[in-house]
């Protein structure tokens, strides 16, 4: 039996033929920078703390200083993507917001708010390691030509869980990608490792190129600091006056061992609710 033709049919086949070829020749969108924000939610800071540091996150993406430097770049828009992390026993990264691009003043305010919207974990443990390694492969799932691309760490203690440090960070380099760094120095007594920390991460985590890191010693320093921090990056060069710190050619500090074991390992995972962030600083 033959079948009366259809001819409607083959436009409709040669649309989505179209369509197919299209979507798989379809070009990575082209940014300045891929950046992903890797954030520390180790029980060893307190939720008082963590809500400080979400907020810097905040409210930089909400200042129209990150909305400049967005638009001064040679293609004016970046990628980004913000990770919480904390302990490799268990594994714990979560991404926040995922790949998000921004070119507007309207996009990087509505990055903001996602962010401002979610919840904040607290897991025990801190593996440096393990965010580096999995903010690297996150960067393979960007579908983005980025000029450079970088790993920003803000953390509050050294690695001392998952694998060497090192290894993850020269990985890193040799994939290309930048390492940055936020330690987080408050004036703890009870907590010796603070007075060290930036050598650490100066030494240890940081590295490629132009990588830099600025500590934050203050409250009052998180949102300032996390701010200029965002806009360097953006920038990719320093700017007169940044208290920034450089990665050192020869380390002086112990990479390999850590006694920084401050996180309560019986502590499960807990989420702040989330109508406490974004309501002042």
Known sequence: MRYPKAPWLVPIAAMGL???????????????????????????????????????????????????????GLVGRIAVAYVEWAGAHPRFQNVVVSWTILESPEDSL??????????????????????????????????????????????????????????????????????????IMLRDPERRENATLDAYYRDCVIGGANAFMIPVRERSQFLTETRAKIAREIAGGPEPGWPVQTARTVPLTDCDTSESLWDDPGLEPHAFPRHEVGKDL
């Open 18 to 72: 179209l369509t197919c070829v299209s979507a798989w020749h379809r070009a990575p969108v082209e940014v300045d920078l891929a950046l992903v924000l890797a954030v520390d939610v180790s029980t060893s800071m307190d939720p008082g703390e963590q809500h400080l540091q979400r907020q810097g996150y905040v409210e930089a993406f909400r200042s129209p200083m990150i909305h400049q430097a967005i638009h001064g």
């Open 110 to 183: 509505s990055f903001a708010d996602q962010l401002a919207r979610a919840p904040i974990y607290r897991v025990a443990g801190t593996s440096i390691s393990e965010a580096i390694d999995f903010s690297l492969a996150l960067m393979g799932s960007s579908h983005v030509l980025a000029a450079r691309r970088v790993i920003d760490i803000s953390g509050d203690g050294s690695n001392n869980q998952g694998p060497l440090i090192t290894e993850m960070r020269d990985k890193a380099i040799a994939h290309g990608v930048t390492i940055n760094g936020l330690p």
